[in-house]
């Protein structure tokens, strides 16, 4: 499958600021996704990145609070913005090229805000 | 609402253990399901993924098999190192899932093993 290089791998920030994260994938990948996974719990979908469009966020996140771009098949980026001490989670990025095929994952971004 | 549940939450076995890790789901109409490994800390690395036409699959001392009609999937693991120590995801494409096509988690198996 497809390797994904995602980055920052870790950050520390304070309130109130912003952080981007990027994902390159090394080949032309039809899906993207940005998950959180907040301390000891399991993966929650944020939102499907659309090359050159809008993207889908699930029930819970919105495009001011995690501003998504995806400007071609191989990159993507998520914004935290305004962060507050509960945004303090793992980001990750996953592809695939379709509904059956493997999904691949990022190595996700640890995100601390004090 | 599709959910994917597994049990246990934890489990701690001496090394050379075989052991089981359980997934069930809640709609029997998926595309597929997939096992995960991840470190303390780290991304998700890919372990097996089963096709809804397909039984089970197998990758050197894994063994993942999937039963869609009663919604379960066990995961398989022979002769457990300590180099196994992590938590396994196990993830649903549900066919109801639209376009998107993403994956449904369950909360994962935190897996110990001893030497």
């Known amino acids: 499958s497809a390797v994904i290089s995602q980055k920052p791998s870790r950050d520390i920030c304070q309130r109130g600021t912003s952080l981007t994260i990027q994902c390159q994938v090394d080949s032309q990948v039809t899906m993207m996704f940005w998950y959180r996974q907040q301390p000891g719990q399991s993966l929650t979908l944020i939102a499907t990145?659309?090359?050159?469009?809008?993207?889908?966020?699930e029930s819970g996140f919105v495009i001011d609070k995690f501003p998504i771009s995806r400007p071609n098949l191989t990159f993507s980026t998520l914004t935290v913005s305004n962060m507050s001490p509960e945004d303090s989670s793992i980001y990750l990025c996953s592809g695939r090229q379709g509904q059956n095929t493997e999904a691949f994952f990022g190595q996700g971004t640890r995100l601390t805000v004090v | 609402k599709q959910e994917v549940t597994q049990i246990p939450a934890a489990l701690s076995v001496p090394e050379g253990e075989n052991l089981v890790l359980n997934c069930s789901f809640t709609?029997?109409?998926?595309?597929?399901l997939q096992w995960f490994r991840q470190d303390p800390g780290k991304g998700l690395t890919s372990l097996l993924l089963i096709q809804s036409s397909q039984r089970e699959q197998t990758s050197g001392r894994l063994n993942a098999s999937l039963d869609k009609s009663s919604g379960r999937s066990t995961l398989y693991i022979a002769a457990s190192q300590p180099g196994d120590s992590a938590t396994y995801l196990c993830?649903?494409?549900?066919?109801?899932?639209?376009?998107?096509?993403?994956?449904?988690f369950g909360s994962g198996t935190q897996l110990t093993v001893l030497p």
């Open positions: 709609d029997s109409a998926i595309y597929n």
């Open positions: 990145a659309n090359q050159g469009s809008e993207a889908t966020y």
């Open positions: 993830a649903v494409t549900f066919m109801s899932s639209g376009s998107a096509r993403q994956l449904t």
